[in-house]
Every structure is written in structure tokens, then in C-alpha cells.
């Protein structure tokens, strides 16, 4: 897969974006009015996180990204925006004064998380309206179209943008959460880790059960493709063929934050630059491999993946 097939993949990403913050600081002492540490910050951080972390990991690849999605009228969102223009990715954000942008502020010191504070809560219906309507007028220019969801709310019309794409003949990936994946009936692959499935299908006591639980579930929401990320074992594509497993590349695990992110991104770049999605496991499995090497949310560019 040249460089030119991959600029040529359009990737859209519609989904829940959140601005993830990090806090770095000194911890020298213990707070005298709770045995808490005091944390002195030195240096602050801001990224990209959620699905504009997804975008992101497109883009560094080499793909002409698009992100979709619904914030809040505020700081966060405007600086979320700004983070994100400059990387290349067109934005389309809809924005309602009503929401709150999601943000994660990570306090880091002595070289661990010592906490997480969470900002968000659920967009109106009537900005969403507006987001279905743009998706609409974006789906005809993109090659894969790929579903980020982190369980904001900023899905809620999911299965009526998956008809939409499916009608349209577009290769659909999700990256799912919750108990109920029926609104992502017949999307082209879903890309669930072994906790989220399990939510979904139960424990599994061997491969061949779960096999057949995974199976069942893919019929049953006629899915072409579940990709099940298995963390130090690798992962596994099953399809209607059976099932292809690639085992995890040896290397020093250094932070998972964001992995599933460049597993589905690297996924849905190769697809939608003429990759068939058996061909492109091995190597969504490699880019996965790559990132945890890497602290907090990252991404993985051309030259490594290929190197």
C-alpha cells in the first residue's frame, strides 16, 4: 500500500470528541487538610481526544480526514477546534450553547495519574437533527465512514446514518460501547475489546464458544465483520470465512490510552484506500502495537507502520 493509495482514502469520523487535558506537576507534600498530595503544576498539556483522536490517527497516517460531530458553545470546544484545524482535518462541528464540551483533566505527578476530572453531559436532539442532515451531504465524498462511540450521546441517530451509508455502499466501521449494539445493525465491522463484548454475549468459557457467540451476534445484526481487540493476545477478525487471529506484536507496553482508537482509524484508512479487511487486521494489529509503546493518547504515521 503506496503513500498515494492512502492519501487518496477519505475517512469520515463522526462521533464523541472530547479535549483531553493533562496537568503536570511536583508532588513534594501532603496536603495539611486531607491526606491528600499536593500537586504543584509545572506544565499543561492538551490533545485530542475521543473521536477527534481518532481523526487524528487518519490523519497522521496519511488519509484526508473529516470529523463530524456536536459541542458545546465554550472554551473547551473552540479549543478542541483550533487543536484540531491544525492538523489538517476538516471540522464540521455543530455547536449548542445548551451542552457542555467534554472535557478530561488528567493531574499527573511523579510520572503517574493521580487523578481524573470528567466535564460533560448529553446533547438536545435538535442539534443532532442538524448533524444527520450534514452527514447526509458528506457521505457521497468519503471512501470509508467510521463511527466513534464513546457513549456521550452524540450517537443517538447512529442506525439512520448507518442506513444512509450502507445504501450508499460505504464500508462502515464502529467503534462500540454500551449493552445494546443493535443500533449498529448492518455495518461492515464492529471493533468491541474482550470487556465490551462480553457486556454484549456473555462470558465465554473456550475459543470455540466464543466463536459461536461471536458468530450468532454477527448474523444476528447482520454485520459482515467483528474485530474483537484481545490486548497481549492480538486480535480476531471473524467473518463469514470463520475467523482470522493475529497475535499481538512483542514490544514494551507503555500506555494503552488510545489504542482501540488506532486499531479502528488504521482499519477503516486501508479499506477505504481499496484494502480488503482481512489484509488490513495484520496491519491495524501492528499500528495498535506501535502506539501502546507511546504515552497517553497517540498516533502512528506512515513511515512507522511501513517501516
Not at 443517538?156 to 446514518?161: E, F, G, I, L, N
Not at 462502515?172 to 445493525?185: H, T
Not at 465483520?225 to 477478525?237: D, K
Request: with cysteine; net charge negative; charged share 20%.
Amino acid at each position: 500500500m503506496t503513500k498515494t493509495h492512502i492519501a487518496a482514502s477519505r475517512v469520515l469520523v463522526v462521533g464523541d470528541v472530547m479535549l483531553d487535558r493533562y496537568w503536570y506537576g511536583a508532588v513534594d507534600r501532603i496536603s495539611p487538610e486531607a491526606p491528600v498530595p499536593v500537586v504543584r503544576i509545572t506544565r499543561e498539556e492538551e490533545r485530542c481526544g475521543g473521536a477527534a483522536n481518532v481523526a487524528l490517527n487518519a490523519a497522521t497516517l496519511g488519509a484526508q480526514a473529516s470529523l463530524l460531530t456536536v459541542v458545546g458553545d465554550d472554551e473547551a470546544s473552540h479549543k478542541l477546534e483550533a487543536l484540531v484545524a491544525t492538523t489538517g482535518i476538516r471540522t464540521h462541528f455543530g455547536r449548542d450553547a445548551a451542552l457542555k464540551t467534554t472535557v478530561k483533566l488528567r493531574i499527573i505527578g511523579r510520572q503517574q495519574q493521580l487523578i481524573r476530572l470528567d466535564f460533560e453531559n448529553t446533547p438536545p436532539s435538535e442539534v443532532l437533527a442538524t448533524q444527520t442532515a450534514t452527514f447526509s451531504t458528506l457521505l457521497p465524498v468519503h471512501d470509508a465512514i467510521l463511527f466513534s462511540d464513546y457513549g456521550k450521546g452524540g450517537l443517538a441517530h447512529v442506525s439512520d446514518m448507518i442506513t444512509a451509508a450502507r445504501a450508499a455502499g460505504k464500508p462502515i466501521f464502529i467503534d462500540p460501547k454500551g449493552s445494546d449494539y443493535s443500533r449498529y445493525r448492518q455495518a461492515t465491522v464492529i471493533t468491541p475489546n474482550r470487556a465490551e463484548l462480553q457486556q454484549v454475549v456473555g462470558a465465554w468459557v473456550h475459543e470455540a464458544d466464543l466463536q459461536a457467540k461471536v458468530q450468532a451476534l454477527r448474523e444476528q445484526l447482520a454485520l459482515d465483520a467483528v474485530l474483537l481487540t484481545r490486548s497481549e493476545e492480538g486480535m480476531t477478525l471473524f467473518d463469514a470465512q470463520g475467523h482470522l487471529h493475529v497475535s499481538a506484536q512483542a514490544r514494551e507496553v507503555f500506555d494503552v490510552t488510545g489504542a482501540g482508537d488506532t486499531v479502528i482509524a488504521t482499519m477503516a484508512t486501508l479499506v477505504g484506500a481499496g484494502m480488503t479487511l482481512r489484509d488490513a487486521v495484520p496491519m491495524a494489529n501492528r499500528a495498535g502495537g506501535i502506539v501502546v509503546g507511546k504515552f497517553g493518547t497517540a498516533t502512528v504515521s506512515y513511515e512507522e507502520l511501513f517501516a
